[in-house]
């Protein structure tokens, strides 16, 4: 099973409320990533997971946090959202981070 | 500077042509190269990808892509295209000091029509 979950597919928060977006894979991948899209955009690497050591980018190191409580499951957190947050946020898996990278189907966060 | 750079936001060819949607990348070093593609309300997924030998690489339901270290470039080429090749293709490139981080291009649509 190649697959990567992400829950929920389509996400509505208030400005200034919390988030938290849930990504999940079998295939015992110890690398796990974050990306947030926007319309015609690359897809922006908000930060990644390997093993258990969190590494954040830096011009996004103070919005966005996130957990692995085990190998399978990782989350992104933020603590309140803005408007510039609406945007569909991917997870990926992989194994080590020199192979190719699995994507969930995306959360689509529109904050109002 | 790393870069990723893909020339066209938008293709449009009829079944059975040829495409090249282009990739070009800003730096020098070492690098790992790939592409995904990503159909209307899925994920991305991996196409194919060079590190090293043979220049031209084969993927996945007839797509090829070259590597020209002397033109900084892996375009993507398919000689005669499916309807079902409609969709947004993304280059990544992981720089040799980029700590393992992959830089996307913004994106080529390609359409596809019948």
């Known amino acids: 099973d190649t697959t990567v979950k992400q829950n929920p597919r389509y996400k509505l928060a208030r400005v200034g409320k919390p988030v938290n977006l849930i990504c999940s894979q079998t295939?015992?991948?110890?690398?796990m990533y974050w990306y947030q899209k926007k319309p015609n955009q690359a897809p922006k690497l908000l930060l990644f997971y390997y093993d258990k050591i969190l590494n954040r980018e830096a011009d996004t190191f103070e919005k966005f946090q996130s957990s692995r409580p085990n190998n399978s499951f990782c989350s992104l957190y933020i603590g309140s959202a803005g408007l510039e947050y609406s945007a569909m946020y991917l997870c990926?898996?992989?194994?080590?981070?020199?192979?190719?990278?699995?994507f969930g189907p995306g959360t689509r966060l529109t904050v109002l | 500077t790393q870069t990723v750079s893909q020339s066209d936001a938008h293709v449009t060819v009829f079944e059975g042509d040829s495409v090249e949607l282009r990739c070009n990348y800003s730096?020098?070093?070492?690098?790992?190269l790939s592409w995904y593609i990503q159909h209307h309300g899925r994920g991305l997924q991996f196409l194919l990808k060079?590190?090293?030998?043979?220049?031209v690489v084969q993927g996945v339901n007839g797509f090829k892509a070259e590597f020209s270290k002397s033109d900084s470039s892996f375009h993507l080429r398919k000689a005669s295209v499916h309807w079902s090749d409609s969709a947004v293709y993304f280059c990544?490139?992981?720089?040799?000091?980029?700590?393992?981080?992959?830089?996307f291009g913004d994106g080529t649509q390609l359409v596809v029509k019948p």
């Open positions: 295939m015992n991948h110890d690398t």
């Open positions: 990544a490139v992981r720089f040799r000091n980029s700590n393992n981080r992959i830089f």
């Open positions: 990926a898996s992989s194994r080590g981070t020199h192979y190719e990278q699995y």
């Open positions: 730096y020098g070093g070492s690098i790992y």
């Open positions: 060079y590190y090293s030998g043979n220049p």
